[in-house]
């Protein structure tokens, strides 16, 4: 099994950064892609940000494209997100994921962490 567990969000103010963290432990396969999806209240779950094991391979959401950075250090086995330039339409849940391909599909991904909260106010 692979464990799945974020840190890192919080409430900030339009405008400011947060940066989210995402631990991998258990039997994580190599070669893995990790992304990032959120959901907001009433909202079904979007797609993010990707990354591939190298991190030759990244991929963004056309809503945060230029505001947001995805990195790994697979010596740690984490995943972050660096979010700047916050807006109050960023506000959900975020969630990391994990899986054998990178897609923009929720459905493609094999292990979800349990989310944490990023509020921005207007």
């Known amino acids: 099994q692979v464990q799945l567990v974020e840190s890192g969000g919080g409430l900030v103010q339009t405008g400011g950064s947060l940066r989210l963290s995402c631990a991998a432990s258990?039997?994580?396969?190599?070669?893995?892609?990790m992304g990032w999806f959120r959901q907001a209240p009433g909202k079904e779950r979007e797609f993010v940000a990707l990354?591939?094991?190298?991190?030759?391979?990244?991929d963004y959401s056309g809503s945060v494209k230029g505001r947001f950075a995805i990195s790994r250090d697979n010596a740690k086995n984490t995943v972050y997100l660096q979010m700047n330039s916050l807006k109050p339409e960023d506000t959900a849940v975020y969630y990391c994921?994990?899986?054998?391909?990178?897609?923009?599909?929720?459905?493609?991904?094999?292990?979800w962490g349990q989310g944490t909260q990023v509020a921005v106010s207007s």
């Open positions: 258990g039997r994580t396969f190599s070669r893995n892609f």
């Open positions: 994921a994990l899986g054998a391909v990178g897609s923009d599909n929720s459905k493609a991904w094999s292990y």
């Open positions: 990354i591939s094991w190298s991190g030759g391979i990244t």
